[in-house]
């Protein structure tokens, strides 16, 4: 799924037809980010680790029942993963911010507490 891309963005670097699937691919993909970031605002971390975690069992029971032939599994597998595990670490990346701005915060107001209780 990384790969396209990358390989994309190295001709790029030598033909136009390639300078303008890029474009297109960053015109296309700038939608998809501002719907994951919605979903992610949404989330809670233990849901994303839940969805990433049922994704994958998901699909190795599917791949393990041998129910859907390779050419439509992988194509659907790499594209679900990376979803999810955009969704997973962004929440993640949130969460730890999130934590570190309460901490922050907790600091601020024992510092004025504690301040007051020395002044009385």
Do not use: C, Q
Request: glycine share 10%.
């Amino acid at each position: 799924m990384i790969l396209g891309p990358l390989g994309i963005a190295m001709l790029a670097t030598e033909f136009v037809w390639a300078r303008r699937l890029m474009r297109e691919m960053d015109r296309h993909s700038a939608g998809l980010n501002v719907g994951v970031n919605w979903f992610v605002r949404r989330t809670r971390l233990w849901l994303a680790v839940f969805l990433l975690a049922s994704f994958l069992t998901g699909a190795a029971a599917i791949g393990i029942s041998e129910r859907l032939p390779g050419y439509a599994y992988w194509p659907i597998v790499s594209i679900g993963l990376t979803l999810t595990a955009v969704i997973t670490i962004r929440s993640w990346r949130r969460h730890k911010r999130f934590l570190a701005a309460w901490k922050l915060r907790r600091e601020r107001e024992a510092a004025k507490g504690g301040g007051a209780a020395r002044a009385a």
